[in-house]
Nanobody
Framework: QVQLVESGGGLVQTGGSLRLSCAAS????????MAWFRQSPGKEREFVAA????????RYADSVKGRFIISRDNAKNTVDLQLISLKSDDTAVYFC???????????????WGQGTQVTVSS
């Protein structure tokens, strides 16, 4: 079955950096657009970044543009999210998702990981 497993979350100070990784299995990775979403307590799950199948197109939420970088390695079936200049507002559970289009709406994504916690302390 399809599995998406996130790793790399943790506790970091304001202004710090983290690199999240998502390992995919059970699907033909190159056929899927990949994305990262995040969810804070009491808030809706929101789009963070997405990448096309061959990395030619990337999309970012305005709140993370210029600070986060999404990348993928089709040979390793992984998608990463580099988080730079972290702010307290970035504190959330970060989810990896796989879908059939480069969309910001979570309804377009078919498979989801369990999430990894990122906590930014001041």
């Amino acid at each position: 079955q399809v599995q998406l497993v996130e790793s790399g979350g943790g506790l970091v100070q304001t202004g710090g950096s983290l690199r999240l990784s998502c390992a995919a299995s059970g699907l033909t990775f190159v056929n899927y657009f990949m994305a990262w979403f995040r969810q804070s307590p009491g808030k809706e799950r929101e789009f963070v970044a997405a990448i096309s199948r061959y990395s030619s197109t990337k999309r970012y939420a305005d709140s993370v543009k210029g600070r986060f970088i999404i990348s993928r390695d089709n040979a390793k079936n992984t998608v990463d999210l580099q988080l730079i200049s972290l702010k307290s507002d970035d504190t959330a559970v970060y989810f990896c998702a796989a879908g059939g289009a480069l969309e910001t709406d979570r309804l377009h994504y078919d498979y989801w990981g369990q999430g990894t916690q990122v906590t930014v302390s001041s």
